[in-house]
């Protein structure tokens, strides 16, 4: 990214002349703040790009059902070959451990009573249970060719069992509209009630399991605290199958650095997959 390209990008949402200041983490966009009021993202390659698209279909209409803030992009457009979009910054800070439970269960339940078959067109999706199964079968193809080498001999056999063993299970789901991406950084709150107030970042939103929602929560407030959030959802999840998201998405990382060639991820991606797969028989039982 050049300023040239930032510039450019800004006078064509409207906001020429404007600071944009990069946001640091993200692996599919290249993220700004603008003047502390906007967001600017640049998709990376063209499948993010093609995400970009779908969140902007998306966006408008979730915006105007739920009960809570999400980005509505005010332009999609693409300079120099990249896709960007700009939307009105979401206010809030990140979700902590701590803040109340209630309120994200809430907006759960909001994002998942979206109208399933209209979410599935908005984001190319299909709305038959077997397609989320259908699609990690595809995952194993990439996990084999470029995972298991990265793994020592003992890890991979375990991840391949544990895939293959829980794979079935996954055309069972009933299809609602998730986040798929729902670390704590994407849920915003209140600055002084902590309760939740606004959700980001849906550019891999699509048709699945609800269950997937509640890993990256999983992962910053421990077992007993995300039993209590179920418990407030008030719907069925299965630790099951959370389990099994939470290790695959140190499985996502080590793909990502492989990719990338950022060996560095590729060793904390196999670090955590190490620590979250002792983790899989652990805590509330599967179907608890």
């Known amino acids: 990214m050049t300023p040239e390209q930032i510039t450019t990008m800004l006078a064509a949402a409207g906001l020429p002349g404007a ?37 902007a279909r998306l966006l408008p209409e979730l915006a105007a059902v739920v009960d809570f803030a999400v980005p509505v992009p005010s332009i999609v457009d693409e300079h120099d070959g990249l896709t960007f979009m700009v939307y009105r910054k979401v206010t809030g800070r990140p979700f902590a451990p701590g803040d109340p439970l209630p309120p994200v269960a809430a907006m759960l339940r909001d994002l998942h009573s979206f109208p399933v078959r209209r979410a599935a067109k908005l984001v190319d999706a299909d709305v038959d249970p077997a397609a989320w199964r259908t699609g990690y079968e595809a995952d194993r193809r990439w996990i084999t060719d470029l995972v298991v080498p990265r793994l020592d001999a003992a890890l991979a056999r375990e991840v391949l069992d544990r895939f293959d063993a829980i ?43 609800a269950t997937i929602d509640f890993v990256g929560l999983l992962a910053t407030l421990g077992d007993a605290a995300t039993s209590r959030l179920i418990s407030h959802y008030g719907s069925s999840v299965s630790w099951r199958r959370l389990r099994f998201y ?11 650095g492989v990719e990338s060639g ?8 196999i670090d955590g997959l190490r620590a979250r797969i002792t983790l899989a028989d652990a805590g509330p039982r599967a179907d608890s």
Do not use: C, K, Q
């Not at 692996?27 to 967001?39: E, L, Q, Y």
């Not at 950022?262 to 991606?269: C, F, M, P």
């Open 262 to 269: 950022d060996a560095a991820i590729v060793a904390d991606g």
């Open 19 to 55: 600071r944009a200041t990069p946001i640091h983490g993200g692996w599919a966009s290249w993220t700004f703040d603008v003047n502390g009021t906007h967001i600017l993202r640049v998709a990376r390659t063209e499948e993010i790009a093609a995400s970009h698209r779908r969140e």
């Open 167 to 209: 794979l079935p299970s996954l055309s069972i789901v009933e299809p609602v509209l998730v986040h798929r991406d729902l670390g704590t950084e994407h849920l915003l709150v209140d600055p002084d009630t902590g309760f939740a107030t606004g959700m980001i970042d849906f550019e891999t939103a699509t048709v699945g399991d």
């Open 246 to 256: 939470s290790w695959m998405g140190s499985v996502h990382a080590i793909r990502y």
